[in-house]
């Protein structure tokens, strides 16, 4: 059975490995900080089944909506379908708006992901969006904005600077 649970120190390697293997650099902070995060609005969990760690998941509750800013799960269990599976628990726990970023579709992984995404029904949102570096603050990955329903283009420019100010700490 799927579940989520609260990250604790017995499970640091796992999830430090888990997140430096799934993102590159620019893409997360540094897994001390992102686990001593003191926003009430963070959660970083770990995803199992049956007790066996099998992925992380770290997001932000914001009043309005719910941003996936890390997902993984372990290399040896993905293509079984866990993935989505959590996915659609996950998204069935809230109402909420949910919104994650993802690269620009210009290759095979890329592309792939984004299909993953919108077949636990997210939908790719073409505004554009500069994800800042967690190490520089500097605007260096094109991305884009996925969501839990279309976005107009006000509403992507809200999340996007609630994102800038709360996860990237940048005023806009």
Same mark, same amino acid.
Not at 32 to 44: T, V
Not at 112 to 140: D, L
């Given at each position: 059975?799927?579940?989520?649970?609260?990250?604790?120190?017995?499970?640091?390697?796992?999830?430090?490995?888990?997140?430096?293997?799934?993102?590159?650099?620019?893409?997360?902070?540094?897994?001390?900080?992102?686990?001593?995060?003191? =926003?009430?609005?963070?959660?970083?969990?770990?995803?199992?089944?049956?007790? %066996?760690?099998?992925?992380?998941?770290?997001?932000?509750?914001?009043?309005?909506?719910?941003?996936?800013? #890390?997902?993984?799960?372990?290399?040896?269990?993905?293509?079984?379908?866990?993935?989505? %599976?959590?996915?659609?628990?996950?998204?069935?726990?809230?109402? *909420?708006?949910?919104?994650?970023?993802?690269?620009?579709?210009?290759?095979?992984?890329?592309?792939?992901?984004? *299909?993953?995404?919108?077949? #636990?029904?997210? #939908?790719?949102?073409?505004?554009?969006?500069?994800?800042? =570096?967690?190490?520089? *603050?500097?605007?260096?990955?094109?991305?884009?904005?996925?969501?839990?329903? *279309?976005?107009?283009?006000?509403?992507? %420019?809200?999340?996007?600077?609630?994102?800038?100010?709360?996860?990237?700490?940048?005023? =806009?």
């Amino acid at each position: 059975m799927i579940k989520l649970t609260n990250y604790t120190n017995n499970q640091r390697t796992f999830a430090k490995n888990l997140i430096e293997s799934s993102f590159p650099e620019e893409e997360r902070p540094d897994f001390d900080e992102l686990i001593s995060r003191k =926003s009430p609005e963070y959660k970083f969990n770990i995803i199992t089944i049956n007790d %066996e760690n099998c992925g992380i998941i770290g997001y932000w509750e914001f009043d309005d909506f719910i941003h996936i800013e #890390h997902f993984a799960v372990s290399p040896n269990m993905r293509s079984g379908g866990i993935g989505g %599976e959590f996915l659609n628990i996950f998204f069935s726990l809230t109402n *909420k708006l949910i919104v994650l970023e993802v690269e620009v579709p210009d290759n095979e992984i890329s592309i792939r992901r984004i *299909k993953f995404y919108e077949r #636990h029904g997210m #939908h790719f949102n073409e505004y554009h969006y500069m994800q800042p =570096s967690y190490q520089t *603050k500097e605007f260096v990955m094109q991305q884009h904005i996925m969501s839990s329903k *279309k976005l107009t283009e006000s509403e992507f %420019e809200t999340i996007r600077d609630v994102l800038y100010e709360k996860v990237y700490l940048i005023k =806009s």
